[in-house]
Structures are given as structure tokens and as C-alpha cells.
T-cell receptor
Framework: ETGVTQSPTHLIKTRGQQVTLRCSSQ?????VSWYQQALGQGPQFIFQ???????GRGNFPPRFSGLQFPNYSSELNVNALELDDSALYLC?????????????FGSGTRLTVV | AQKITQTQPGMFVQEKEAVTLDCTYD???????LFWYKQPSSGEMIFLIY??????QNATEGRYSLNFQKARKSANLVISASQLGDSAMYFC???????????????FGKGTLLTVNP
């Protein structure tokens, strides 16, 4: 089975621009969540998509938005980029079930805003 | 209050020795899950071990074991027989709430950088 694939791996954007990050979920997983990891910090939950709808959101402004497609892949869109948006963005896929339903993470997209 | 606290920014261990990475958590939810992840410099989060709040026994996965002390709200990771490839960031994370619910947010600690010396 394939794992979680994220693209691009690295990206440099200018403040004020918009960016779209992509994530292909692991085969059989129907839930995708996105995390922002600033340098030297643990990942912070941005939001989660289940069956193409957002069903949970962390403390991030509305300029962070997302989509999930029928094949369960997902996009994270960030508008009006700020310098503090520079971070590693991680996507994780999972399937709702009890117990250890382990999330599978991608390798992330490293975004630099200049 | 911090939901997940990892008090060791960095740890050093000699190859082949055991090491314990500390994690304490804070929740009022009776149902929760605790995870440990390894993050090499390449960036991906690698799942190591999971402990459910109702599990009676400490979780073990190969060289990894979780020392779960529920009353103290601690979930320390023990790595036995350290290897050079174990050098990485290690994150403790918690999922709160009913695992059958729809929101599976993980809350992470700040991590511990483990360095294994030859």
C-alpha cells in the first residue's frame, strides 16, 4: 500500500502571496488532517477533513483553508502569506476506528515566506 | 496549561544503552490515547507506539516500550539497546475523546532531540 505523499517538498513564496499544498492519503484512509510545524516546535493542528467536509479546526485564521476530494486527497490553501507562516506543513491520513488507528504522516512541505 | 509536556529539550545516550524520554499530559477526558513519534531530519513523522487510556498493560513495540503511569499522567518512552539510527526528534502526542468520534486532533509536545553516541 502506498503511504502519504505531499507536494511540493519545498516552496519559497513572497509575503502576501497565496500557496496551495497537496496531499495524497494512504490507500484506504478517508480522513486527512493538516499540521503546521514551526522550527523547533511540535506540530500544531490546522484542520481535518472527513468525507470531503471540514470537521475540526485548530486555532488558525480563515486564510488557512482546505479541500478534500472524492479520492480523499487534500489541499491546504493559505492566502495573504505572512512571514510567520514559514514552517513545515505535515499532512496525515487516517481511518476512523477504535483504538490504535495510527495516523500516517507524509514527509511534509517546507514553506519559506520571504 | 500545556496539554503535553516534554521537559527534556535534548538527551544523549551511548549506543546499546537504554534511554527514557519523559512525557506528561493533562486532560480531564477519561478516554484518550497517547502516541510517540520519531521525526528524523527528513521531516516525516514515524509512528512508534500507542497507549490507550483504558489499556491495562504498558504498550511495547520491539525496542520501544511505554511506561504508562495513569495516576501521575505520565507516558514515558523507553528505548532499549539504542542504535545510531535512533538519533532524531521524538514527540509525544495525545488524542482526546472517544476514538469513534469524528475529530482526531493530535496535540503534540515540543519534542526531545535524542543523540546516540557511538
Amino acid at each position: 500500500e502506498t503511504g502519504v505523499t505531499q507536494s511540493p517538498t519545498h516552496l519559497i513564496k513572497t509575503r502576501g502571496q497565496q500557496v496551495t499544498l497537496r496531499c495524497s492519503s494512504q490507500s484506504g484512509h478517508n480522513t486527512v488532517s493538516w499540521y503546521q510545524q514551526a522550527l523547533g516546535q511540535g506540530p500544531q493542528f490546522i484542520f481535518q477533513y472527513y468525507r470531503e467536509e471540514e470537521n475540526g479546526r485548530g486555532n488558525f485564521p480563515p486564510r488557512f483553508s482546505g479541500l478534500q476530494f472524492p479520492n480523499y486527497s487534500s489541499e491546504l490553501n493559505v492566502n495573504a502569506l505572512e512571514l510567520d507562516d514559514s514552517a513545515l506543513y505535515l499532512c496525515a491520513s487516517s481511518i476512523p476506528r477504535g483504538g490504535d488507528y495510527g495516523y500516517t504522516f507524509g514527509s511534509g512541505t517546507r514553506l519559506t515566506v520571504v | 496549561a500545556q496539554k503535553i509536556t516534554q521537559t527534556q529539550p535534548g538527551m544523549f545516550v551511548q549506543e546499546k544503552e537504554a534511554v527514557t524520554l519523559d512525557c506528561t499530559y493533562d486532560t480531564s477526558d477519561p478516554s484518550y490515547g497517547l502516541f510517540w513519534y520519531k521525526q528524523p531530519s527528513s521531516g516525516e513523522m514515524i509512528f512508534l507506539i500507542y497507549q490507550g487510556s483504558y489499556d491495562q498493560q504498558n504498550a511495547t513495540e520491539g525496542r520501544y516500550s511505554l511506561n504508562f503511569q495513569k495516576a501521575r499522567k505520565s507516558a514515558n518512552l523507553v528505548i532499549s539497546a539504542s542504535q545510531l539510527g535512533d538519533s532524531a526528534m521524538y514527540f509525544c502526542a495525545m488524542r482526546e475523546g472517544n476514538s469513534g468520534g469524528s475529530n482526531y486532533k493530535l496535540t503534540f509536545g515540543k519534542g526531545t532531540l535524542l543523540t546516540v553516541n557511538p
